[in-house]
């Protein structure tokens, strides 16, 4: 019984991440890039976006859009997008800036980070300077959300660490290898808020987001203490991870400790990667999964509502398996439709390791190939090692970035990934499906875009199962913000409950199942 298989050749992408491969081990190097699944050309087709690192800040590689077809095929349009951006590329994100109803891309380098705006025909323009996005820093991953609730999408943008030329650290054997994070110094993450004229102003020292530097890697976006309003959870790097709670009067508060996120549950900081947020238990709450280093656990905080998160680790059973690897883009999905959530692990070494693999182009990175993880979710919830995935778990690579989207439109979920020089890799989701499928998408038609921070829950004869409208999570990636539910056999659906950003609720009878239905707030089902 195979649950993934990889399709990549078969529609037509032929991807390979360029990461320069000298050896002397500067640290932006050891990121890659990630990649973003979304409609580029508003055809209604799910299109790919990939993430391309290069040499060096002035020295660049094109990142690369392939557009989807009718028949399933993918034809790279980076020429006629403009799309290929040449910086040092690391993370992605995707959120319509202006209310024009399409979608606009932000690019985070090692350097200048790039802003660009679609005209709704899948052409885009760079406005970087005119919408007033400034820095040079190392950013990682990025997600847009409307922290203020003023109907325009915001940016938040984390930052890595300040790279030192003259830092040189060695392995065991005494080779030339990447430093700790600790070596280098910090640097604040970034908060723009959305002026709503094209402009964007950086409030990260008025928000309070500035008060703190770290070396931040993945972020996602939630309502973390179930108030409607979008707080925001950075997994830092060997240092104490932060839960940002929405003050509601345009500032944050760093709730990490209090709410017990910010370290493990023996009270120690982890060297954080990937995160994801989702309701793993079906009790109508938003839960976090962390990725980590080698020797460290993947690490799953369970909500416990406004009291805050209990580190679940040890009685779910996703650490023991991840313990051997060095996890980076992280998705939780539901793959056969049984109800609850799976969980799909990229890895990738930070330190070199005996390992052969015939994915990775450059022979500097062949050390540092590690295999990929899927763990199926066996309810309360408990997960254990999937059979049936050896195209995504047996090769050995340099993994990074992960999506997840349904990219054929047959009602599940298909997953993208990218590899440090190595090709970037399609799977189809073909798992022999147990139960049946909802997908939604929740839209505002006064602002012409899908309601980041919208609350969905499916109420039945069994526990609700929550979801949230937030594409941007895992690492450097963005995924499909469309919200998809799998249902078990034998549970009746009855409605579908709405919680719009700010807290108005509104409430559905689901017309029926294998479909997708689109919710507009004010404006019922479609």
């Not at 991807?15 to 002397?24: I, K, L, N």
């Not at 909802?438 to 602002?447: C, G, K, S």
Request: proline share 4%; with cysteine; glycine share 12%.
């Amino acid at each position: 019984m195979v649950l993934l298989r990889e399709i990549t050749t078969a529609v037509g992408v032929d991807f390979v991440q360029r990461v320069r491969s000298a050896g002397d081990c500067r640290l932006p190097e050891v990121l890659g890039g990630g990649c973003a699944i979304f409609d580029a050309d508003g055809d209604g087709l799910l299109d790919l976006y990939f993430i391309d690192t290069g040499d060096e800040p002035e020295n660049g590689a094109a990142n690369r859009l392939f557009l989807r077809g009718v028949d399933g095929r993918y034809t790279d349009a980076t020429e006629t997008s403009g799309l290929g951006d040449r910086g040092f590329g690391t993370g992605v994100a995707i959120g319509d800036i202006d209310n024009d109803g399409d979608a606009d891309v932000y690019v985070g380098n090692w350097g200048e980070d790039a802003l660009y705006r679609n005209d709704g025909t899948g052409r885009f323009e760079n406005v970087t300077a005119r919408a007033g996005i400034g820095g040079s820093h190392v950013t990682s991953s990025v997600a847009f959300l409307d922290y203020d609730l003023d109907g325009f999408l915001d940016i938040f943008v984390l930052h890595h660490v300040v790279p030192d030329a003259h830092r040189i650290c060695r392995g065991r054997g005494r080779e030339r290898e990447f430093c700790s994070p600790r070596a280098y110094r910090h640097t604040p993450d970034t908060l723009y808020r959305n002026r709503g004229d094209g402009t964007f102003e950086d409030v990260s020292a008025s928000a309070g987001i500035g008060a703190v530097a770290a070396a931040g890697l993945g972020v996602v976006v939630g309502d973390f203490n179930e108030d409607a309003w979008p707080d925001i959870y950075v997994a830092n790097d060997q240092v104490a991870n932060q839960l940002w709670i929405n003050q509601k009067d345009g500032t944050f508060r760093n709730d990490a400790i209090a709410l017990g996120v910010a370290y493990n549950g023996q009270a120690a900081p982890e060297a954080s990667m990937g995160v994801t947020a989702a309701d793993v238990n079906n009790d109508g709450r938003l839960d976090i999964l962390c990725s980590h280093l080698l020797g460290e656990t993947n690490t799953l905080y369970l909500s416990r509502g406004t009291s805050g998160f209990t580190d679940a680790t040890d009685e779910t059973a996703p650490g023991r398996p991840s313990f051997p690897y060095t996890g980076w883009g992280v998705a939780l999905f539901d793959i056969e439709h049984d109800g609850d959530l799976d969980m799909a692990v990229v890895n990738g070494a930070v330190d070199r390791k005996a390992v052969t693999n015939v994915g990775v182009t450059a022979a500097f990175w062949r050390e540092y190939a590690e295999p990929n993880q899927f763990l199926l979710n066996e309810g309360a919830p408990s997960f254990r090692r999937a059979a049936g995935v050896a195209e995504f778990t047996s090769p050995a690579e340099v993994s990074r970035g992960l999506a997840v989207g349904d990219l054929d439109g047959d009602g599940d979920l298909d997953v993208v990934i990218t590899n440090i020089t190595g090709p970037a890799r399609i799977y189809e989701n073909v798992a022999p499906k147990v139960g049946r499928w909802l997908r939604v998408r929740a839209v505002d038609p006064a602002l012409r875009r899908d309601v980041y921070g919208a609350k969905i829950v499916l109420e039945g004869s069994d526990r609700p199962q929550c979801r949230s409208v937030s594409p941007a999570s895992s690492f450097l990636s963005s995924s499909e913000p469309t919200v998809h539910f799998g249902i078990a056999p034998g549970v009746e659906v009855r409605r579908l409950a709405v919680r719009w950003p700010g807290g108005d609720w509104e409430r559905y009878d689901v017309p029926g199942l294998d479909r997708e239905l689109r919710v507009e707030r004010g404006g019922g089902l479609r």
